[in-house]
């Protein structure tokens, strides 16, 4: 994958506003090409400027949250994602017709 891919999905979840969650599949979707989701988890996993891109706002296609979330891992997804406002369903998901993009 080019870095030219990789910006691009950078430039996607920058554009996530606070308080709101996009899934992977959407970010690749919104890159460029819907069957880049992989690759979007792979990006944000090396994201180059973690405390810039906000790759907590990124999600499974199930609302769930990272089990390794690669900046701080356990809960600290779902610890910033609560910070910004969202609430958690009961089985642990995000809404996505309430909070996604």
Same mark, same amino acid.
């Given at each position: 994958?080019?870095?030219? +891919?990789?910006?691009? &999905?950078?430039? +996607? +979840?920058?554009? &996530?506003? !606070?308080?709101?969650?996009?899934?992977?599949? !959407?970010? *690749?979707?919104? /890159?460029?090409?819907?069957?880049? /989701?992989?690759? +979007?988890?792979? /990006?944000?996993? @090396? @994201? #180059? $400027? #973690? =405390?810039? &891109?906000?790759?907590?706002?990124?999600?499974?296609?199930?609302? !769930?949250? /990272?089990? *390794?979330?690669?900046?701080? =891992?356990?809960? $600290?997804?779902?610890?910033?994602?609560?910070?910004?406002?969202?609430?958690?369903?009961?089985?642990?998901?995000?809404?996505?017709?309430?909070?996604? &993009?």
């Amino acid at each position: 994958m080019s870095g030219d +891919v990789f910006q691009r &999905i950078y430039d +996607v +979840v920058c554009s &996530i506003p !606070k308080g709101r969650v996009a899934t992977y599949g !959407k970010v *690749a979707m919104l /890159a460029g090409n819907p069957r880049w /989701a992989r690759v +979007v988890g792979y /990006a944000l996993h @090396n @994201n #180059p $400027r #973690p =405390g810039e &891109i906000p790759c907590h706002r990124v999600v499974n296609r199930e609302g !769930k949250t /990272a089990e *390794a979330f690669a900046f701080g =891992g356990g809960n $600290r997804q779902r610890e910033l994602l609560e910070a910004e406002g969202i609430v958690f369903e009961k089985d642990g998901r995000v809404d996505l017709k309430k909070y996604g &993009i």
